[in-house]
């Protein structure tokens, strides 16, 4: 199913013609030497047990042909895995789905729902429906209690600079590859199509965002590209996503017309493209793949929506101070 999301993605690309830098591969980078030998026995294992074979070991003596920078100690470049410009692609999806006679109500925050009968109601109106899926994610506050409790919202803060010189571009990121590294509290970037480094690094739990995003983030980049002090910094922005204890996404039903879809745990972008594959399949009546994933194994986060956060915070916190020492 990790495949096919990827797949799905790549497919509703290219039909729609959606425009948003689409490209080839991730690497995944150790922070500490003692990850090297499991990364190298990952990858045996993938392709010993399941028979893939796009996921290549790098050890540390080649590391220079995937990364400009001494940070690290090893990596997995998984070839299957694409990157793109998930704002256009968002855009792009919505594109079509207006083109295929949905209407979208932008500016319409739901107040709440009833379930006999299906009704959505906002400030402005009301929606009547046969069908009602809750795909809020990290944004679903207190609409649906009987399912805040599976995932803990976090935010997540990206920045990006100014364009880099093709030479720099080469030197930092030399495959042009989306990187990501082995620390909880996880560091993330990539090249934009016009050779910007989008990166990401950093993250709070609560509801406001640092006063100075752009420099907020600067501090984890700089710890990997110490080359780009003198980069200028155009954009910082930042995001809501939504974790679960054991990083499974969370699907399911409330009754037979409530649908719930969240808990991507970072992986929005394919796994939230497959979720409403999933969900339209079991809206049609083709139910089992969605009870696969609506069956995986989940849990609560300990204390409910009232405690979870600082029981959070302090596991967030224990885990950051491991990366760090």
Not at 123 to 131: L, N
Not at 144 to 172: C, H, W, Y
């Amino acid at each position: 199913m990790g495949l096919e999301a990827v797949d799905t993605v790549k497919g509703l690309i290219s039909k729609y013609g959606i425009e948003c830098d689409l490209k080839q591969g991730i690497m995944h980078l150790a922070h500490r030497a003692k990850y090297s030998s499991e990364f190298e026995d990952e990858v045996g294992f993938l392709r010993d047990r399941y028979n893939f074979e796009q996921m290549e070991y790098i050890p540390g003596e080649r590391l220079s042909e995937v990364i400009g920078s001494q940070a690290y100690h090893s990596a997995q470049w998984d070839k299957a895995a694409l990157h793109l410009h998930p704002l256009n692609y968002a855009l792009g999806l919505a594109e079509a789905a207006v083109k295929a006679g949905v209407t979208i109500y932008e500016q319409s925050r739901v107040t709440g729902y009833s379930d006999v009968p299906v009704l959505v109601k906002t400030a402005s109106g009301q929606v009547k429906a046969k069908e009602i899926i809750l795909a809020c994610n990290g944004y679903i506050e207190k609409l649906e209690p009987r399912i805040n409790g599976f995932i803990m919202p976090i935010n997540n803060f990206v920045l990006a600079t100014e364009p880099l010189s093709d030479e720099l571009a080469k030197q930092i990121i030399p495959k042009d590859t989306a990187m990501q590294d082995s620390r909880f509290v996880i560091n993330y970037w990539k090249l934009s199509g016009d050779k910007r480094l989008i990166f990401g690094g950093g993250e709070n739990y609560r509801r406001g965002f640092p006063s100075d995003i752009k420099g907020f983030v600067r501090n984890y980049m700089l710890q990997i590209y110490p080359q780009l002090a003198q980069t200028k910094i155009d954009y910082g922005w930042g995001g809501t996503l939504a974790i679960t204890m054991n990083r499974l996404p969370h699907f399911g039903r409330i009754n037979n017309h409530i649908w719930h879809l969240q808990g991507y745990s970072g992986h929005g972008v394919p796994t939230a493209t497959f979720a409403g594959k999933l969900v339209a399949e079991a809206i049609s009546g083709k139910l089992e793949r969605f009870d696969l994933v609506a069956n995986l194994p989940t849990a609560k986060f300990p204390g409910g929506t009232l405690l979870r956060w600082p029981g959070m915070v302090a596991g967030m916190l224990y885990f950051a101070l491991r990366d760090r020492f």
